[in-house]
């Protein structure tokens, strides 16, 4: 598989992702009932996937949250003309008409804004990785099982053929025994540019995007690379 199948294929399969959480909310509603979706974390990785949710029928995205005004304004060219938007992602959760929620955001808001979503009763597709440390994974488990609402969590590389294809060798016991895994993953991203600088300081709600870190001064280069830092 070359390289531009091989990202087609990542596409495709996110895509379908991206759709599985409407799918199954949609059964739970009548037939004739227009699912309303709120996008949080409306940057590159929210507005690819917002492409796919605006394919699907009597699916609207109605509501937008972004600390960023940027995002916010990218995101709104995807969204129902009349979408709520809000830097603030408590007044979102707060919409009664918000059936389902997508959550691109960042991924230290990955865990917070989850288990926020449950208690403000909405379904939830949050994007991968969900945690930073496997001792999150509890409390989103725990506000999932009392809300009872549906959390789908993006895993489009878990689901390729031949990582299944893998498991299915290793079940089978085709390749012995299995007694340690030790894998790698290497992004190949330039961790220099990869996103261009010039972001106007007063269109981000800085201290919303830090969330728990450490306060700080605006950091133009933490916020376009904010994978970097695990603060």
């Known amino acids: 598989m070359n390289d531009l199948s091989r990202r087609s294929f990542i596409l495709s399969a996110s895509t379908a ?46 509501a937008l949250c972004d600390v960023w005004d940027v995002a916010l304004a990218e995101g709104q060219k995807l969204a129902d003309p009349k979408a709520v938007t809000s830097k603030n992602f408590k007044e979102t959760l707060a919409l009664k008409d918000i059936d389902a929620v997508l959550i691109g955001s960042p991924d230290h808001w990955h865990v917070p804004l989850t288990i926020a979503a449950c208690e403000a009763g909405k379904h939830v597709y949050v994007e991968k990785p969900l945690t930073h440390d496997l001792a999150e994974g509890k409390a989103v488990v725990d506000a999932q099982n009392k809300s009872k609402k549906i959390v789908q969590i993006g895993m489009q590389q878990r689901s390729m053929p031949h990582l299944i294809k893998a498991r299915e060798l290793i079940k089978a016991g085709r390749i012995g025994n299995v007694v340690k895994v030790h894998m790698t993953w290497n992004r190949n991203t330039n961790r220099v540019k990869r996103f261009p600088l010039g972001v106007d300081p007063k269109s981000v709600d800085w201290a919303s995007f830090l969330g728990t870190a450490k306060k700080q001064e605006f950091d133009e280069y933490r916020f376009r690379n904010w994978r970097w830092f695990r603060d």
């Open 17 to 62: 992702a991206a759709s599985t959480i409407v799918g199954s909310v949609a059964t739970a509603y009548a037939a004739n009932e227009t699912i309303n979706v709120a996008c949080i974390g409306t940057g590159g990785r929210c507005r690819h996937l917002m492409k796919s949710l605006a394919k699907i029928e009597k699916v609207r995205m109605t």
